[in-house]
């Protein structure tokens, strides 16, 4: 493999990684996390989130709304 092939190679696998790493964190930071309580959005100080595929939410703010 020439040199020239080498490097076009590793640019366009670097490119390829800065895409895909690109895309995935906008697609993250996207998704918004709504938090209704009996069919009505309730508002809460602290965002819910996702955390190791569990989503946390302030409890107080579920409390109080039920």
């Not at 906008?26 to 209704?36: D, E, K, M, Q, V």
């Not at 009505?40 to 039920?66: M, N």
Request: negative net charge; charged residues 15%.
């Amino acid at each position: 493999m020439s040199e020239n092939t080498r490097k076009l190679w590793t640019l366009t696998l670097l490119i390829s990684i800065s895409g895909i790493s690109f895309f995935g964190i906008s697609t993250l930071a996207s998704n918004a996390i709504s938090l209704f309580v009996g069919g009505e959005k309730v508002e809460t100080d602290v965002s819910p989130q996702v955390l190791e595929g569990r989503v946390l939410v302030p409890i107080r703010v579920v409390a109080e709304s039920l």
